[in-house]
């Protein structure tokens, strides 16, 4: 196990809702990062953050933000939900001096109706 | 064009057989490069990193071809544990960590 863990596992949201998804990363880890999954693709990189900012953003609008607390621990906020919302949500986290590795969490399987 | 390029398969093989799997990038700067397992509705799961120098764990053997922009995995000795989805995956030459997939190369090992 990579010690990374997420919460909850499974969500359903109606279209036009807010969710916030929960992300702990590995002791010893100060960056987090969070991918969008959709079934059959890759993950598709959202953005990631080091000591509390965002450090790097990929191509995802406005309504997905995000925070980082002092404990490494993170939240994905995604508002005003879409069907194309409907993904797992995988969080992954690293060593920002260590050797670029990243370990994922079992990830937020989102359904959005 | 994608970013990172792979034959999707499935690659369908007997228990036993060595199987290889292949990948391209479009950007020559990136920096680090990696392959992740992913079983079906599982996270990826971080199987090796891959060096210029290539690099072996076991019956997994990585290579790195910078100036081809191309990444291989071999598998030897097939088990049917190993029956999966590979993700090619790099990493851009900037502060941050972000990674880039592929969309998997899908292995089942048949008895």
């Known amino acids: 196990e990579t010690g990374v863990t997420q919460s909850p596992t499974h969500l359903i949201k109606t279209r036009g809702q807010q969710v916030t998804l929960r992300c702990s990363s590995q002791?010893?880890?100060?960056?987090v990062s969070w991918y969008q999954q959709a079934l059959g693709q890759g993950p598709q990189f959202i953005f990631q953050?080091?000591?509390?900012?965002?450090?790097g953003r990929g191509n995802f609008p406005p309504r997905f933000s995000g925070l980082q607390f002092p404990n490494y621990s993170s939240e994905l906020n995604v508002n005003a939900l879409e069907l194309d919302d409907s993904a797992l949500y995988l969080c992954?986290?690293?060593?920002?001096?260590?050797?670029?590795?990243?370990?994922f969490g079992p990830g937020t399987r989102l359904t959005v109706t | 064009r994608k970013e990172v390029e792979q034959d999707p398969g499935p690659f369908n093989v007997p228990e036993g057989a060595t199987v290889a799997f292949n990948c391209t990038y479009s950007?020559?700067?990136?920096?680090?490069f990696f392959w992740y397992r992913q079983d079906c509705r599982k996270e990826p799961k971080l199987l090796m990193s891959?060096?210029?120098s290539g690099n072996e764990d076991g019956r997994f053997t990585a290579q790195l071809n910078r100036a081809s922009q191309y990444i291989s995995l071999l598998i030897r000795d097939s088990k049917l544990s190993d029956s999966a989805t590979y993700l090619c995956?790099?990493?851009?030459?900037?502060?941050?960590?972000?990674?880039?997939f592929g969309s998997g190369t899908r292995l089942l090992v048949r008895p």
């Open positions: 992954a986290s690293t060593s920002k001096e260590g050797n670029r590795e990243q370990y």
């Open positions: 002791s010893g880890h100060n960056t």
């Open positions: 891959v060096y210029s």
């Open positions: 953050y080091y000591r509390e900012e965002e450090n």
């Open positions: 995956v790099v990493t851009p030459m900037d502060s941050s960590y972000k990674l880039i």
């Open positions: 950007n020559s700067a990136s920096q680090s």
